[in-house]
């Protein structure tokens, strides 16, 4: 069968997994490629901006404030930047009467002003608080090197300096943490005597919720602490101090609160939170570049396992469930401190969904064009079509038992005719009938199976299914006999003209699918039922009939439809091959003929031989008027009846008839037919 050609069990195991291991490579080798693209990297900044400001915590209390220079303290003093510095040397002596633990200043004193202004601020420098001034690198162009970087001096040269330098991404967004030893924040928790937690190498800073501003103080307060802040409000704090004016854009820098619309912030804030992030050890680290890889290995090898034989809502469900799952778990290391990506594993969920969507896009359109290969020999196309929206293709080619109606049609007299015309001309005659008869099957939705020299073998119920297969059956019968009347038309005045068509149809059990060997196979029957079908069409001469149906054949047939009605019960014969008759009809359009025929039938099986034999005498009648291929057969039968009446016995009438039980009416013995 056809199962010898698409494989057993082990093949389809092993098909499996050759599919699971080419899904998992391909998805890898597609997600490795990606990462080699200009797109990663954005994607990659993308998801670690959205961690940042969705889980960004509330600000722990660090004792840290930031005092700005801004837009209401210039209007109070009414001044423009630079301040004057001896204002700069009033605020530091005001925050240490205050008790303020240090002053970091985040402006580049490289200028000098006038002299008792320097002198103001140089006294305050030394005074108890530590005060960390800001220093600089700044990119040089110059004609003898493209470019150069030169620290910007202070001119406060014995003041405590830190490095106010960031390192911001090529998309302008400043995500990673000032890393340097010299850092400002470090400096400045040193010179206060506080402990830090060193970022590690390539540290992030992590953002705290904006619900929640950093300690905060307009520079004309600081000014007056004693007057404009709470008692203690300085007690003890590291204060930073720095321009807040954001109109203009002076040191001002995009965060990853940017995609939720977040504002740019000012230098001075964000060397706050590097510095909160020092005292409290709350560094964002990333995570080495092999754990997500290896997560994604295994999640796109676990979905590709599970979905080994391709189910796309199965494998749509699992990516979404491990694409959730690797959400989450990025959420929760981000907020322990560690930037795990989950988008190695997302695209390489996407990717391998992708991937396994387009293979099975490709194997359903394989499947179609060798379903349409495989059938479009023996059904029209709109069935193969309909056999592969219905996904039944597996069974049908593979085998299965169903109850079928199988046709048989043959041209009686065609050999002997064909001997007196050249082979072209046979050839001919056969390609027009042969187009005629597949048209017949095809337009009645059946099977067409096979040619047999002059001979046509056709079914209906498969490989689709149809509920009314013997009524098309017994429909497509009369019309091939319609199409031989215009044969027979065409083929006037040559030997083919006298050519008569003989059907059989028998309704039963076969198996059917894609039969034969590794080298030659066809979709095909077999069973008893075919054999059946193809002795009912050679019944057909001995019964003088031109359609012959057997009972199993009527039974399928609807109750009181009104092809049912329209047959006529013909006889029981006993075929070759078989040890019991079966009863055969054939279609009739005289009602009175009909009638008559199953009253002979109901009389015969209850042995009721007087009415039997009133039912062939009227028959003959009927048929000297009307019907006159009928009198040689209404002859036969009433002989048989007359015999059965006087008490031969059934051997002798048929030659295979059993004997009948004590007590019961004698049984009408079916009439024997050889192969011819």
Known sequence: MAASRTGGAPRGSTDAWQSWALRVLAALGLLGLLQ???????????????????????????????????EPSLAALSQSPPLPRRLHARLADALSAAGAAALGVDLLLAAPQPPEDDAALARA????????????????????????RQTVPSVFTNARHGSVAVDVDDDGVL?????????FWRVLAQSAGRP??????????????????????????????????PPGALQGKLVLLGQNTPVGGVDQFTTPRRVLGGDPQSGVFLHATALINGLTGDWIVPAHPAGPALQ?????????????????????????????????????????????????????LLLHLNVGAAGSYWRERRRREQLHSDFARYVPPAVVDALAAAGTATAAMQGERRVLTLLFSDLAGFTAASEH????????????????????????????????????????????????????????????????????????????????????????????????????????????AVNTAARLEGANKALGTAILLSAATRDALPEGSAERARLLWVDAVLLAGRSTGI??????????????????????????????????????????QHAPQWLAHTVQLRDRVQARMYGAPAKALTGAAPASEAGAPPAFGARALDKS
Not at 36 to 64: F, I
Not at 310 to 319: V, Y
């Open 583 to 624: 009863d055969v009809y054939t279609p009739c359009d005289d009602a009175v003929l009909v009638a008559i025929s199953l009253s002979l039938q109901a009389h015969l099986r209850a042995g009721d031989w007087a009415e039997a034999q009133q039912c062939c005498l009227q028959w003959h009648a009927h048929a000297g």
């Open 125 to 148: 420098l030394q005074g108890r608080m530590p005060v960390v001034l800001a220093s600089a690198e700044v990119t040089v162009q110059s004609s003898q090197v493209a470019q150069y």
């Open 296 to 348: 994604a290995l295994l999640a796109v090898a676990f979905v590709a396992w599970v979905t080994r034989r391709w189910s796309g809502w199965r494998a749509s469900w699992l990516t979404m469930a491990l694409s959730l799952l690797a959400l989450i778990g990025a959420f929760w290391a981000y907020l322990v401190g560690v930037w795990w990506s989950a988008l190695p594993t997302l695209a390489g």
């Open 421 to 528: 015309l050249p082979p072209e001309a046979v050839a001919q005659a056969l390609n027009a009938y042969f187009s005629r008869m597949t048209r017949c099957v095809h337009q009645h939705g059946g099977t067409l199976d096979k040619f047999i020299g002059d001979a046509v073998m056709a079914f209906w119920n498969a490989p689709l299914p149809e509920p009314a297969h013997a009524a098309r059956a017994l429909a497509c019968a009369e019309a091939m006999q319609a199409d031989m009347v215009a044969l027979r038309t065409e083929w006037l005045g040559t030997p083919f003209g006298r050519l008569l068509l003989r059907i059989g149809l028998h309704t039963g059990e076969a198996a059917v699918g894609h039969l034969g060997s590794h080298e030659r196979f066809t979709y095909t029957a077999v069973g008893d």
């Open 36 to 70: 080699l693209l200009p797109v990663w990297t954005p994607l990659e900044r993308l998801e670690y901006d959205l961690l940042s400001s969705l889980t960004a915590p509330v600000r722990p209390d660090a004792g840290v404030l930031v005092v700005g220079i801004d």
């Open 175 to 183: 995500r990673r943490a000032p890393v340097r030893s010299d850092a």
């Open 196 to 229: 830090v937690t060193p970022p590690p190498p390539d540290a992030l800073l992590r953002h705290y919720a904006p619900e929640v501003a950093l300690p905060y103080a307009h520079y004309t307060q600081a000014l007056e602490p004693g007057r404009q802040l």
